[in-house]
């Protein structure tokens, strides 16, 4: 508004400026031209004023009266365009080997041979998965159940369901660690049709060596179900007690002996007077024999070799 103001004076004086040229009185003329930079001189002072208020006069006014707080806009985030990437050619996806035939556990001739069921299995026999376990219910279900066990370890319970079995059917099952036969039983069965039931491993504690086991169940030469566990931690050292071994050893006495003397004879002489015969000596006494002594010896004591047993299962 200011700067408007200031246009307008400018204009006048312009025009003022174009009538004193026309006048030819000196007098009017003058007074017409004073008027014009009066009216100069105010526009300059109007535009210098518009520009210091424009400047200053707002914080200035601020100082006086504090403006109340307003609520400023939030100013919000101008996305940047990013670059768009050029797709590449993609790679022509490769065939991948398929297995085309999967291991199956096989039973072992030698283990077959012990079979004593004349029983044919049912085919529609089932087992089911193995859990592991230290020790088991009244149930037969296994207690804190794992597949990492860590030694020292005596016994290992392998617990499963099972369902359809017929009574006097071969069943078989093998313990193995890290692919080595170390246990197996094989029976005929002795349990009910469906229920629970379980396989256990009984073995010294030096036997347990760290590695992975696996349990292989089969109804007669039908593979049904494996599990597999771990178990860590190095096996106990067995350790061997000398015992003390006392051996008699008897040494025959030697016989005494006695060693007779000869005993003198008398020697004639030509006097009268006869020379008595020297008496007979007795021989050196006998000798009594040594006492006999026992010394004991220590001989070592023969090494027990565990060996694995197969023990009883109970099936419900």
Request: glycine fraction near 6%; charged fraction near 15%; aromatic fraction near 10%.
């Amino acid at each position: 508004m200011l700067l408007a103001a200031a246009g307008v004076l400018v204009v006048m004086a312009v025009r003022i400026f174009r009538e004193a040229g026309r006048l030819r009185f000196f007098l009017k003329k003058r007074a017409l031209l004073s008027q014009a930079w009066r009216l100069i001189f105010i526009a300059i002072l109007v535009i210098v004023g518009a520009f210091l208020i424009n400047g200053y006069a707002e914080p200035v006014t601020y100082k006086v009266f504090e403006p109340s707080p307003t609520a400023s806009l939030t100013p919000t985030i101008t996305q940047t365009a990013t670059v768009t990437q050029t797709p590449t050619s993609t790679q022509t996806p490769t065939v991948t080997a398929t297995l085309e035939f999967t291991v199956t556990p096989e039973m072992p001739l030698i283990i077959s041979q012990e079979f004593t069921s004349q029983i044919t299995p049912n085919p529609n026999a089932v087992f089911s998965t193995l859990s592991f376990a230290r020790s088991l219910t009244e149930d037969y279900l296994p207690i804190d159940a794992a597949d990492t066990f860590e030694n020292p370890i005596e016994t290992i319970y392998a617990s499963f369901s099972y369902d359809s079995m017929s009574v006097g059917t071969q069943w078989t099952a093998m313990w193995y660690r890290d692919g080595e036969l170390i246990y197996y039983e094989t029976k005929p069965w002795n349990g009910a049709s469906g229920g629970y039931g379980y396989s256990d491993c009984t073995l010294p504690a030096e036997n347990w060596l760290p590695g992975n086991y696996e349990v292989q169940m089969f109804i007669g030469e039908q593979w049904k179900s494996s599990g597999t566990f771990e178990i860590t931690g190095e096996a106990p050292t067995p350790t061997m007690t000398p015992t003390l071994t006392a051996t008699l050893t008897l040494t025959p006495a030697p016989s005494s002996t006695v060693t007779p003397t000869v005993p003198g004879t008398a020697i004639p002489t030509a006097t009268s007077t006869a020379t008595p015969a020297p008496s007979q000596t007795a021989g050196p006494t006998a000798t009594s024999a040594p006492t006999r002594t026992m010394t004991p010896t220590k001989s070592p004591t023969p090494t027990l070799v565990p060996t694995a047993t197969r023990r009883s299962t109970i099936f419900r």
